[in-house]
Protein backbone atom coordinates (compact mmCIF):
# COMPACT_ATOMS: atom_id res chain seq x y z
CA UNK A 1 0.00 0.00 0.00
CA UNK A 2 2.82 2.71 0.92
CA UNK A 3 5.01 1.90 -2.42
CA UNK A 4 1.33 2.46 -4.28
CA UNK A 5 0.26 5.79 -2.58
CA UNK A 6 4.09 7.74 -1.48
CA UNK A 7 3.93 10.03 -4.69
CA UNK A 8 0.99 11.62 -3.57
CA UNK A 9 -2.61 12.62 -4.53
CA UNK A 10 -1.81 13.21 -8.23
CA UNK A 11 -0.06 9.47 -8.05
CA UNK A 12 -1.94 7.16 -10.98
CA UNK A 13 -1.36 3.40 -10.65
CA UNK A 14 -1.25 1.09 -14.05
CA UNK A 15 -1.87 -2.24 -13.49
CA UNK A 16 -1.87 -5.78 -15.31
CA UNK A 17 -3.67 -8.77 -14.52
CA UNK A 18 -4.19 -12.04 -15.94
CA UNK A 19 -6.75 -15.07 -16.30
CA UNK A 20 -5.64 -18.78 -17.46
CA UNK A 21 -9.42 -19.46 -18.03
CA UNK A 22 -9.45 -16.92 -20.73
CA UNK A 23 -5.70 -16.69 -21.70
CA UNK A 24 -5.77 -13.06 -21.56
CA UNK A 25 -4.27 -10.16 -20.16
CA UNK A 26 -6.43 -6.72 -19.00
CA UNK A 27 -3.86 -3.80 -17.91
CA UNK A 28 -5.36 -0.12 -17.31
CA UNK A 29 -4.43 2.32 -14.65
CA UNK A 30 -6.33 3.76 -12.04
CA UNK A 31 -6.35 5.80 -8.59
CA UNK A 32 -3.29 3.83 -6.88
CA UNK A 33 -5.76 4.29 -3.28
CA UNK A 34 -8.54 2.33 -5.09
CA UNK A 35 -6.73 -0.11 -7.15
CA UNK A 36 -7.73 -3.00 -4.88
CA UNK A 37 -11.26 -1.95 -5.31
CA UNK A 38 -11.39 -1.82 -9.08
CA UNK A 39 -9.39 -5.68 -9.18
CA UNK A 40 -12.30 -6.66 -6.97
CA UNK A 41 -14.92 -5.10 -9.50
CA UNK A 42 -13.73 -7.38 -11.78
CA UNK A 43 -12.74 -10.28 -10.19
CA UNK A 44 -16.76 -10.29 -10.05
CA UNK A 45 -16.80 -10.75 -14.02
CA UNK A 46 -13.45 -13.15 -13.76
CA UNK A 47 -13.03 -14.74 -10.85
CA UNK A 48 -9.48 -16.54 -12.07
CA UNK A 49 -8.22 -12.74 -12.44
CA UNK A 50 -4.85 -12.68 -10.62
CA UNK A 51 -2.55 -9.50 -10.58
CA UNK A 52 0.41 -10.01 -12.36
CA UNK A 53 2.23 -6.42 -11.60
CA UNK A 54 2.01 -2.80 -10.95
CA UNK A 55 3.75 0.95 -11.48
CA UNK A 56 2.98 3.94 -10.15
CA UNK A 57 3.20 7.23 -12.04
CA UNK A 58 3.44 10.63 -10.69
CA UNK A 59 0.37 11.92 -12.59
CA UNK A 60 -2.75 10.21 -14.34
CA UNK A 61 -0.88 11.49 -17.65
CA UNK A 62 2.23 9.84 -17.55
CA UNK A 63 0.37 6.39 -16.09
CA UNK A 64 -1.88 6.63 -19.30
CA UNK A 65 1.15 7.27 -22.02
CA UNK A 66 2.49 4.29 -20.29
CA UNK A 67 -0.33 1.93 -20.81
CA UNK A 68 -0.30 3.43 -24.61
CA UNK A 69 3.08 1.85 -24.93
CA UNK A 70 2.18 -1.81 -23.57
Known sequence: FQRLTRLGPSASAVYLLYSKKHNA???GYYD?????NRIKQIKLEVPDVTLVGTAVFTTVQNAFDAEQRI
Open 25 to 27: YKF
Open 32 to 36: PRGIA
